[in-house]
């Protein structure tokens, strides 16, 4: 089993739409969960972190977190163009390095 | 914030030339750093992690003689790759985390990325 789980996508959605991007993740004692965005050509850039279970929202972007059902989620409200790229998911395993999920690629269509 | 440089951005070169990529901390001292290889279309995957003083520890397959890893200062490591071949063509990522981010599972800080295309 796969430490850390993403659907690879893609995931089209119209502009203005929600996306909801979803990871699951092997390991219960994980306690940090982030996002990041990769545009074509360029390195990971970290957009949302989160620690506790439940919700997190930082402008479009709101990340959920559910521990027992080891779960993260990932929604971007009002989606743009601009947010057309390859969201990672990445969870610190204890004692270990960060561990990623192979991405979904999301396209916004005007 | 926390920055982490990488160079070069790009590299070409032919067939059996060796090619070294560094990657610098530059406000913070990193104690661990973490060497990715990500091909097109394809997801980021960690080849090695070395930590400052110490041998890199490689991911299963990775050949540890062809891509060279050294961490002799806290605020550099350096990945060599040996006598590169096209099928080493890929995007090439460093990131690093100091005592500090790894203590309190903050994330990793990326560098920008080396492209390396062999010919």
């Known amino acids: 089993q796969k430490e850390v789980e993403q659907n690879s996508g893609p995931l089209s959605v119209p502009e203005g739409a929600i996306a909801s991007l979803n990871c699951t993740y092997s390991?219960?004692?994980?306690?940090?969960f982030f996002w990041y965005r990769q545009y074509s050509g360029k390195s990971p850039e970290l957009i949302m972190s989160?620690?506790?279970?439940g919700d997190k929202e930082d402008g479009r972007f709101t990340a959920q977190l559910n521990k027992a059902s080891q779960y993260v989620s990932l929604l971007i409200r009002d989606s743009q163009p601009s947010d057309s790229a390859t969201y990672l998911c990445?969870?610190?395993?204890?004692?270990?390095?960060?561990?990623f999920g192979a991405g979904t690629r999301l396209t916004v269509k005007p | 914030g926390a920055v982490v440089s990488q160079h070069p951005s790009w590299v070409i070169c032919k067939s059996g030339t060796s090619v070294k990529i560094e990657c610098r901390s530059l406000?913070?001292?990193?104690?661990?750093m973490f060497w990715y290889r990500q091909f097109p279309k394809q997801s980021l995957m960690l080849m090695a992690t070395?930590?400052?003083?110490?041998?890199?520890?490689?991911e299963q397959g990775v050949e540890k003689d062809k891509f060279l890893i050294n961490h002799a200062s806290l605020t550099l490591s350096t990945l060599t790759v040996t006598s590169a071949h096209p099928e080493d063509s890929s995007f090439y990522i460093c990131?690093?985390?100091?005592?500090?981010?790894?203590?309190?599972?903050?994330?990793?800080?990326f560098g920008d990325g080396t492209r390396l295309s062999i010919l």
């Open positions: 406000d913070f001292q990193a104690t661990t």
């Open positions: 990131s690093a985390r100091d005592r500090v981010t790894l203590l309190s599972n903050q994330p990793q800080h």
């Open positions: 390991d219960r004692v994980s306690q940090s």
């Open positions: 989160i620690y506790s279970n």
């Open positions: 070395s930590n400052e003083g110490s041998k890199a520890t490689y």
């Open positions: 990445a969870v610190n395993f204890p004692g270990y390095d960060m561990r």
